[in-house]
């Protein structure tokens, strides 16, 4: 594991350096940026979100197909969410797990969350007493807030789908939860390119939503062993991160990953990727080089 001090410098260069603008059209940002009204940014960074997985160019025909569906106003279409006469409008859509229904049953769990609760930040911090502990919990009242919403205007035997489930991962299972982490840097963070919508949620709480590429960035650096992504390593990778802006400890996940999904690194020596590369002196690729290299 490489030590915090030696990280701060060449982590500040990424940040700093990052092409925030050219990075941001192709990331799936992109859509709940295009949306200046905060009601509306918030459901459609939920919705993106919560589509989020595999290649952003991917999952994004498919938003483009829900959003296309929900007009100039996702959130005032939510609201007015009728399955009989609205769902229809998303006949086009299909992605891996999910159907036209997963998406319908979306509009009904927000539909109603927003009718009790106003905003979805509200709903957020209604299963968050601690506003100052772990992060974990309350994202974990969240997403349940949607799986045990009535959805039987769309499932009328009761029982929701698989598809449905996957778009609302649950913390306490384990699992990394990329998608709602993501969610939550977007709303959060205070700084670009994120939005810092949700002032009820300190930055300082955020957990890194580690994917695959900030894993392999993460592992390349020496932020963590693990060889599984899981919660623990996300909070493993935040802990250590923390030491350097605790305040802000998730500062650093757009560029890694960008910097992984742009081609910028390949996660092995390169002589040529590598030659630019401000994180060479803390890279575990180039370590192992140096270390052979001495004997
Ligand atoms: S030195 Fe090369 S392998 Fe290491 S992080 Fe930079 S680009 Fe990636």
Same mark, same amino acid.
């Given at each position: 594991m490489t030590?915090?001090?030696a990280l701060?410098e060449p982590l500040?260069r990424l940040y700093r350096d990052c092409d925030?603008?050219t990075r941001?059209?192709r990331?799936?940002?992109?859509?709940?940026?295009?949306?200046?009204?905060?009601?509306?940014?918030?459901?459609?960074?939920?919705?993106?979100?919560?589509?989020?997985?595999?290649r952003?160019?991917? @999952? *994004?025909?498919?938003?483009?197909?829900?959003?296309?569906?929900? %007009? &100039?106003?996702?959130? +005032? $279409?939510? /609201?007015? =969410?009728?399955?009989?006469?609205?769902?229809?409008?998303?006949?086009?859509?299909?992605?891996?797990?999910?159907?036209?229904?997963?998406?319908?049953?979306?509009?009904?769990?927000?539909?109603?969350?927003?009718?009790?609760?106003?905003?979805?930040?509200?709903? @957020? *911090?209604?299963?968050?007493?601690?506003?100052?502990?772990?992060? %974990? &919990?309350?994202?974990? +009242? $969240?997403? /349940?807030? =949607?799986?045990?919403?009535?959805?039987?205007?769309?499932?009328?035997?009761?029982?929701?789908?698989?598809?449905?489930?996957?778009?609302?991962?649950?913390?306490?299972?384990?699992?990394?939860?990329?998608?709602?982490?993501?969610?939550?840097?977007?709303?959060?963070?205070?700084?670009?390119?994120?939005?810092?919508?949700?002032?009820?949620?300190?930055?300082?709480?955020?957990?890194?939503?580690v994917d695959t590429h900030v894993e392999n960035m993460s592992r390349a650096i020496g932020l963590t062993r693990?060889r599984?992504?899981?919660?623990?390593?996300?909070?493993?990778?935040?802990?250590?991160?923390?030491?350097?802006?605790?305040?802000?400890?998730?500062?650093y996940d757009f560029a890694l990953c960008h910097k992984r999904m742009s081609g910028d690194c390949r996660d092995r020596r390169d002589a040529a990727v590598c030659a630019p590369c401000g994180l060479r002196a803390v890279c575990r690729h180039w370590r192992a080089r140096a270390r052979t290299t001495r004997r």
């Amino acid at each position: 594991m490489t030590r915090a001090p030696a990280l701060r410098e060449p982590l500040e260069r990424l940040y700093r350096d990052c092409d925030y603008t050219t990075r941001v059209a192709r990331d799936a940002m992109q859509f709940p940026l295009r949306y200046p009204a905060a009601e509306d940014r918030e459901l459609v960074a939920l919705l993106t979100a919560c589509l989020a997985y595999g290649r952003v160019d991917l @999952f *994004g025909r498919a938003v483009e197909i829900v959003l296309a569906a929900m %007009g &100039p106003s996702p959130a +005032r $279409f939510v /609201r007015e =969410f009728d399955p009989r006469r609205d769902g229809p409008a998303f006949a086009g859509f299909r992605y891996r797990f999910n159907r036209p229904a997963d998406v319908a049953a979306f509009c009904v769990a927000a539909r109603d969350l927003l009718a009790r609760h106003g905003t979805l930040e509200k709903c @957020f *911090g209604a299963g968050d007493p601690e506003p100052a502990g772990p992060l %974990g &919990p309350a994202l974990d +009242r $969240f997403a /349940r807030a =949607f799986l045990a919403a009535d959805l039987r205007e769309v499932f009328p035997r009761g029982r929701m789908s698989r598809g449905y489930r996957h778009l609302f991962p649950l913390p306490s299972a384990g699992g990394p939860c990329k998608r709602l982490l993501l969610f939550l840097r977007w709303m959060v963070r205070r700084e670009p390119p994120d939005f810092g919508l949700w002032t009820s949620v300190a930055p300082a709480r955020l957990l890194v939503p580690v994917d695959t590429h900030v894993e392999n960035m993460s592992r390349a650096i020496g932020l963590t062993r693990r060889r599984s992504r899981t919660w623990r390593m996300a909070e493993e990778i935040t802990r250590r991160l923390a030491v350097l802006d605790p305040a802000d400890p998730v500062k650093y996940d757009f560029a890694l990953c960008h910097k992984r999904m742009s081609g910028d690194c390949r996660d092995r020596r390169d002589a040529a990727v590598c030659a630019p590369c401000g994180l060479r002196a803390v890279c575990r690729h180039w370590r192992a080089r140096a270390r052979t290299t001495r004997r």
